[in-house]
T-cell receptor, first 111, second 115 residues
């Protein structure tokens, strides 16, 4: 059974700082991995989708990397802004076709 | 991409009643899913909604409690039956356009409070 862990559970940084969020998973037989953000009381917004054959994906200030063999992914956020404050969720899709989620990292960017 | 809408966005219900949540996708999708997010927790998959056949439920979720319909490729409903305060959660509809390597999208969620 796939288990997904996200570290840290919460992170507070000053505006402008670069930061890294971590996601680890126990079963390396995955199709892909998706990073999402969730604002309080809202649904999930897809940020980046990284396929199992890829090493990284970039969108604007966001960069996601994937090391399938070690069961790890990172989400790098450059030059953080207060608008980046949200909970970031990692979802892993394996052979069961289902997305399995970690508990998320709650990010606060202080002006 | 796919844009997903849900109705209602929130509701407050009495114990023992039922609520049906509607999910509409702006394009035809192969896969539709229903998730639950309990307060302070991550997302848990309730079931995969299958067009024209019974939904596929995850361990711990049963059809009598969470009946699901999916009459076509763009619409699904989830009913939360005989509600108790433990059912207070955000319920999210999700969809994927096709193959396993495709991106998955989520609706805005329905915030349910059961008194």
């Amino acid at each position: 059974k796939q288990e997904v862990t996200q570290i840290p559970a919460a992170l507070s940084v000053p505006e402008g700082e670069n930061l890294v969020l971590n996601c680890s998973f126990t079963d390396s037989a995955i199709y892909n991995l998706q990073w999402f953000r969730q604002d309080p009381g809202k649904g999930l917004t897809s940020l980046l989708l990284i396929q199992s054959s890829q090493r990284e994906q970039t969108s604007g200030r966001l960069n996601a990397s994937l090391d399938k063999s070690s069961g790890r992914s990172t989400l790098y956020i450059a030059a953080s802004q207060p608008g980046d404050s949200a909970t970031y969720l990692c979802g892993v899709r394996g052979g069961s076709e289902k997305l399995v989620f970690g508990k998320g990292t709650k990010l606060t960017v202080n002006p | 991409s796919a844009v997903i809408s849900q109705k209602p966005s929130r509701d407050i219900c009495q114990r023992g009643t039922s609520l049906t949540i509607q999910c509409q996708v702006d394009s035809q999708v192969t896969m539709m899913f229903w998730y639950r997010q309990q307060p302070g927790q991550s997302l848990t998959l309730i079931a995969t909604a299958n067009q024209g056949s019974e939904a596929t439920y995850e361990s711990g979720f049963v059809i009598d409690k969470f009946p699901i319909s999916r009459p076509n490729l763009t619409f699904s409903t989830l009913t939360v039956s005989n509600m108790s305060p433990e059912d207070s959660s955000i319920y999210l509809c999700s969809a994927r356009l096709g193959m396993s390597y495709n991106e998955q999208f989520f609706g805005p969620g329905t915030r349910l409070t059961v008194l």
